[in-house]
């Protein structure tokens, strides 16, 4: 398996734009994370899924964050309006439901101008 | 309270001598997981090395090995003979419950390994 695929991998957008964020989790994994981090605030973790249903979103920081999973093998992550303070490096992991470790993509690293 | 806890945010330590980053953690859950993560300069997220709250051994991998005091609720890292390779950020997470739930993470420790 190609491990967790985020894209892109860089995003440099403006202030007001929508922001699209993907992850293609690993084959079979039951649990998808999306993880935002700053030096401010540290590794943060945003919501996540079990089986494509979210099972907890009270890390997404308002309401201009929204997150899917249509199927098991892809999650979206969009912020609309996008402002400056969005601008992080974000993370999506997954995790097989019997196995406790969790796998990282790449993250995406996105500059809000 | 914060459930992960590393006190050091920095650490230096000489090449091919040990050194040992703190972590603390605080759960009422009897079955947990606990790792570390490791961040180099790259960004990418390693995983490291985990240990299980029902375990009785401590789990080790190649040079990493976890200390893990369960009456202390620690789980420190152990790197024996550093690397140069070896400075980057390093996170505890844990995994709380049976299901194995939300993973959370502390502020991580910057180890800096010199010649």
């Known amino acids: 398996d190609a491990g967790v695929i985020q894209s892109p991998r860089h995003e440099v957008t403006e202030m007001g734009q929508e922001v699209t964020l993907r992850c293609k989790p690993i084959s079979g994994h039951d649990y998808l994370f999306w993880y935002r981090q700053t030096m401010m605030r540290g590794l943060e973790l945003l919501i996540y899924f079990n089986n494509n249903v979210p099972i907890d979103d009270s890390g997404m920081p308002e309401d201009r964050f929204s997150a899917k999973m249509p199927n098991a093998s892809f999650s979206t992550l969009k912020i609309q309006p996008s402002e400056p303070r969005d601008s992080a490096v974000y993370f999506c992991?997954?995790?097989?439901?019997?196995?406790?470790?969790?796998?990282f993509g790449q993250g995406t690293r996105l500059t809000v101008v | 309270a914060q459930k992960i806890t590393q006190t050091q945010p920095g650490m230096f330590v000489q090449e091919k001598e040990a050194v040992t980053l703190d972590c603390t953690y605080d759960?009422?859950?009897?079955?947990?997981?606990l790792f570390w993560y490791k961040q180099p300069s790259s960004g990418e997220m390693i995983f490291l090395i985990y240990?299980?709250?029902?375990?009785?051994q401590n789990a080790t991998e190649g040079r990493y090995s976890l200390n893990f005091q369960k009456a202390r609720k620690s789980a420190n890292l152990v790197i024996s003979a550093s690397q140069l390779g070896d400075s980057a950020m390093y996170f505890c997470a844990m995994r709380e419950g049976i299901r194995y739930s939300t993973l959370t993470f502390g502020k991580g420790t910057m180890l800096l390994v010199s010649p």
């Open positions: 759960t009422s859950d009897q079955s947990y997981g």
């Open positions: 992991a997954s995790s097989p439901d019997r196995d406790p470790e969790a796998f």
């Open positions: 240990q299980g709250s029902y375990d009785e």
